[in-house]
């Protein structure tokens, strides 16, 4: 198996460095890394980085915010320094003579707390025309990118002059488009409702707003949240498409002058939003943004700090953000995608490389380890990692993760065993129109709920690719596949095939679906397991309740959409029974490993390296050590361990073998099978 190419990029605070060195720290950096990054960036913090920029012609301190994130007053080597814009210059040009290239890179925010004071950069707090304002009324301390200065010039073309300079003056390489720059803060369903986004929204759709609403909204809270409830619950399309293109617009112009220049532009992902999320809630859609010519995206897979609990959060998204990283890359397959590694965070006050290592190697692994299939065989989803963020990490810590990114990308596998995604961009705008109107799953939702409860999903094909494919395929939300895209599954020869939709009218008229003889209530919910000839092995409906029936209306009639990409939308509900039902199907049609103990917590994602020989990544979702017991299905000749840990050797019984695997950690190891006597 080849070894595999991938980026290492380290995100870092000017703390990072040491401006008392004549090459500020530099070399002593890079000697603690024990590598050679392709690419730093320079966390800057705040937009006033950008706008209260003075030029080069004289020597000046830059705004204590910019020194450090949030002007944190030390870090684990020394105390944040006062840096010159000389100073940074030169300190890109030192990082630049080593081959890395150097991106500046900041928020839309601007408060940070001095002791107990909190203050503001000044150029920020000079323009609250620009902050981003809730349907409350209620402004939000964050620059809104899309909104108009007080003259009624666009805010986005002075930041584009204004960047640009910036970038001239210090040399950087590129653009990092970071939080805030690439999506709002909140989520559409609250912001922003000013009277300059409103404008900005009839004059682009032409959407007549109730008469009985006012034109005028600023400094009214009431009659702003009327107006934006009404919006929302009336033009929710047409306010969602507009922002995807003003998103558009605003990367349009960027990416034009970064071009010019000859500079690169990488962005960060919605809030850690598949591309159905990051549209609906936050009216950025990843194929716009892309087409503007952007060098890539920094997906937001965040996983360590969210499951060790960082700003107390009880969130375990490990299933969410394996889906969310497959589904982005194949509905922007030719973007490069680089996972952002949730090491620590001084400034945010978690630190999973000192206190949740093993859900940190657990990222790493799984991360590396999704893919996308298309006619030409199998490719990674990530192209590498982002260290987030680098300062103050030991000589051991960077040896640490180092070796565990090495690993994670060793070797390009020639199959996945498990069954294939199968994506459709179509179906993706189709479902955002059907949640609008029945709250029912996307895509996404399925593979995450799949996911979580043990299907072997590790690998996405775009639908045009399915006669190219082979392999067992998952098909979701069949009913509103075009009628090509659905034929084309329902003649699917080259593996078996698991199909979950509902029984509209359309899909009950097909031939090919009635002969499969369901029992389902019109729109009702089905799932069928076909095998390789198209034959149906099983097939089923779930089942109502009225109990069930009573607990969605109870739902339905008290949820809010989510505000913040931490709360959860709200879904129409699909019982248990039925996704269990649907997970046993799964791993019927495949050739996966039988997990025969712990199985609510173990799972296992299985490559083909060379015939004959797989790679199995085993993790555990408990927070306590569980034993691993698996029976391969064939007789195993050896078992070869290519991580740490369990430091014992493990030996196969005919075709089972058994490992302990650490809280909320990860395993790898290589099976040698005996080949069958036809082969």
Request: aromatic fraction near 12%.
């Given at each position: ?14 703390i ?25 960036f ?7 980085f950008?706008h ?8 000046w ?133 000013s ?12 959407v007549?707003?109730?008469?009985g ?78 087409d ?12 360590a ?49 000192s ?32 260290a ?31 069954v294939?995604?199968v994506w ?46 082979d ?74 309740s ?22 959860s ?56 050590y ?17 991580t ?36």
């Amino acid at each position: 198996m080849k070894a595999a190419s991938y980026d290492k990029w380290i995100w870092i605070e000017l703390i990072g460095f040491d401006n008392r060195e004549s090459d500020y720290g530099v070399a002593a950096y890079l000697d603690t890394v024990g590598f050679i990054p392709k690419s730093i960036f320079l966390l800057l913090y705040t937009p006033d980085f950008v706008h209260a920029h003075k030029g080069m012609n004289t020597e000046w301190h830059l705004p204590m915010e910019a020194c450090s994130y949030g002007a944190r007053p030390y870090g684990k080597l020394h105390d944040r320094q006062e840096w010159t814009n000389f100073q940074l210059r030169s300190l890109v040009t030192e990082l630049q003579k080593h081959g890395i290239d150097v991106y500046c890179s900041f928020f839309d925010i601007y408060q940070f707390h001095v002791g107990d004071t909190l203050r503001a950069g000044e150029w920020c707090a000079a323009h609250p025309e620009l902050y981003e304002m809730r349907k409350s009324g209620e402004a939000f301390p964050a620059i809104n990118p899309l909104k108009r200065l007080k003259d009624g010039s666009w805010y986005e073309d002075l930041f584009v002059q204004d960047l640009m300079k910036v970038m001239s003056d210090y040399g950087f390489d590129g653009y990092h488009g970071a939080d805030g720059y690439t999506s709002p803060r909140l989520s559409l369903a609250e912001t922003d409702y000013s009277d300059d986004m409103v404008e900005q929204f009839i004059a682009a759709t032409g959407v007549d707003i109730h008469t009985g609403l006012a034109a005028r909204c600023d400094g009214n809270p009431l009659d702003m949240e009327q107006r934006a409830d009404w919006i929302w619950n009336n033009k929710r399309l047409e306010w969602i498409r507009f922002h995807c293109e003003r998103w558009g617009r605003l990367w349009d112009k960027i990416m034009s002058a970064i071009r010019k220049e000859g500079k690169k532009a990488y962005l960060n992902t919605a809030w850690t939003r598949d591309p159905f999320e990051a549209i609906y809630r936050y009216g950025v859609d990843y194929r716009r943004l892309s087409d503007s010519g952007i060098d890539g995206f920094v997906v937001e897979t965040v996983g360590a700090s969210l499951s060790s609990g960082a700003g107390e959060t009880e969130y375990e998204p490990g299933a969410e953000f394996a889906a969310m990283l497959l589904s982005i890359k194949a509905y922007v397959p030719k973007q490069k995608l680089v996972c952002l590694n949730a090491i620590q965070d001084t400034n945010e006050q978690w630190d999973a490389l000192s206190h949740a290592p093993t859900v940190l190697e657990r990222d790493i692994y799984s991360l590396a380890n999704l893919y996308l299939q298309n006619s030409s065989g199998i490719s990674r989803c990530s192209g590498g990692f982002m260290a987030c963020l680098g300062d103050g990490i030991s000589r051991d810590g960077w040896n640490w993760i180092a070796k565990r990114w090495d690993g994670a990308f060793d070797g390009e596998p020639l199959r996945t065993a498990g069954v294939r995604m199968v994506w459709s961009d179509r179906l993706l705008h189709r479902s955002l129109e059907d949640y609008s109107e029945t709250r029912h799953w996307p895509v996404h939702k399925y593979m995450t709920e799949l996911i979580s409860r043990g299907a072997p999903l590790h690998t996405i094909v775009n639908v045009k690719d399915i006669p190219e494919t082979d392999g067992p395929i998952l098909v979701t939300l069949l009913h509103l596949l075009p009628d090509e895209e659905l034929q084309s599954v329902l003649a699917y020869r080259n593996g078996s095939s698991v199909l979950i939709g509902r029984m509209t009218e359309r899909i009950s008229r097909i031939q090919t679906i009635a002969n499969w003889r369901i029992d389902c209530e019109i729109n009702g919910l089905f799932c069928v397991t076909r095998d390789c000839s198209g034959e149906a092995v099983e097939a089923f409906a779930m089942e109502h309740s009225t109990d069930f029936e009573r607990q969605e209306e109870r739902q339905r009639s008290g949820f809010k959409e989510g505000m913040s990409w931490l709360n959860s939308l709200y879904f129409s509900p699909v019982s248990e029974a039925f996704l269990s039902k649907c997970v046993e199907g799964i791993i019927d049609r495949t050739n996966v490993p039988k997990s025969l103990k712990n199985e609510a917590f173990i799972r296992a994602a299985v490559l083909e390296t060379v015939p004959h020989r797989w790679r199995i990544l085993i993790s555990n979702l408990h927070m306590n050590y569980k034993s691993a017991h698996f029976d391969a299905g064939r007789p195993i000749d050896k078992i070869t361990l290519l991580t740490d840990f369990p430091g014992v050797p493990v030996h196969p019984r005919g075709s089972e073998f058994s490992l302990y695997v650490p809280g909320r950690g990860i395993v790898m190891i290589e099976l040698e099978l005996q080949a069958s006597g036809d082969e």
